[in-house]
């Protein structure tokens, strides 16, 4: 299809707009959470119908962002391990072998764009594991809102 999903949202080849793109993206969670915090406890049955429905809302919202968040960051994590792989093949790296004949400190001049996708790939995996706290932390503010509107077995 044409569709035009978050994971392709996310530019992988520059990192510092890879994380602004990420942090614009969250942005999502924060404006659910302040919602899902202004959902007052009513006593009338349609005002428990309408939060029941709004945290239902919620959820469906923040797991749809969060998996395409998440497959975003890999699929940018995929790309970068590819020109990794590509970049070592293109400088005869054997895995393992570059450090023992590499003096210390002298890198090859040829080898800055390795080192810059290398760290790139590890600030990634960085963003990978926060974005996984993150998610359990929207979630959690989800269920402690809403555990009184959503019946259990009625959630993912």
Known sequence: GNTKT???LLPCDDFSE???VLYELRRIDDAA???LNDLTPTASFRGQVDAAERCRKFQETLVK???EREAGIN???EQLAGTITKLKGDMHVVEGDKR???GKGKTDVNEAPLRQAQMTLRQMK???VAEKILQEQALK???TNCAKYLRPGSSH
Do not use: D, N, P, W
């Open 126 to 128: 960085t963003e990978l």
């Open 6 to 8: 978050m994971a392709g």
């Open 75 to 77: 699929a940018c994590m």
């Open 33 to 35: 959470i302040t919602q």
């Open 141 to 143: 503010v989800v269920k």
């Open 18 to 20: 890879f994380r602004r």
């Open 65 to 67: 962002a969060h998996s």
């Open 100 to 102: 023992k004949e590499q």
